[in-house]
Every structure is written in structure tokens, then in C-alpha cells.
């Protein structure tokens, strides 16, 4: 599976301690190696995307879009600490 990510999550890395970044793109590579990613995932409920997911790396999260006929595409939409990330959406 590819990774994709918005010009608001590389933003979001930016803004990042870069040891942090590293971690979270590290990260992002392993779960996109899996057979089925998802499995790592929480679907979010109660936006208007239904297909939106949150991973998970440690106390930040990444919000992703699934994106591709085949589930191909990984897309990160955008990157946050946990207190702030879903403020933004």
C-alpha cells in the first residue's frame, strides 16, 4: 500500500520535533507493509467522511482516508498531538 500525505499533514510534521516526525513516518511505513493496515486502525464516527481512520503512535494520532479501487492508497490527511487532532477536523 502507498502513503500519500496532504500538504496539511507534511504542514502538521513540520510543526513537529523532528525525532518525533521520524517516529510518526516511521511509523506510518510499517503499518502501510501490512496486509490489511486497517486492522490498526479506528474508523471515526460522526463526521461527514464516513472512511476516515485514526492511527495511533503513541500520544499522537493521524487521520487517513482510505483512497483506490483496490484499497491501495493510504492517505494522511492530517497529524496531531491527541488532546488537539480532532479539534482540527
Request: hydrophobic fraction near 35%.
Amino acid at each position: 500500500m502507498q502513503i500519500r500525505y496532504t500538504e496539511q499533514a507534511e504542514d502538521d510534521l513540520r510543526k513537529l520535533q523532528r525525532h518525533i516526525a521520524n517516529r510518526i513516518l516511521t511509523k506510518m511505513q510499517w503499518f502501510a507493509a501490512q496486509s490489511n493496515p486497517l486492522v490498526f486502525s479506528k474508523q471515526l464516527r460522526g463526521h461527514k467522511h464516513p472512511s476516515l481512520y485514526r492511527f495511533e503512535i503513541g500520544d499522537y494520532r493521524t487521520v487517513c482516508k482510505i483512497e483506490g479501487e483496490s484499497v491501495s492508497i493510504l492517505s494522511v490527511l492530517q497529524v496531531g498531538d491527541r488532546k488537539d487532532i480532532y479539534r482540527k477536523l
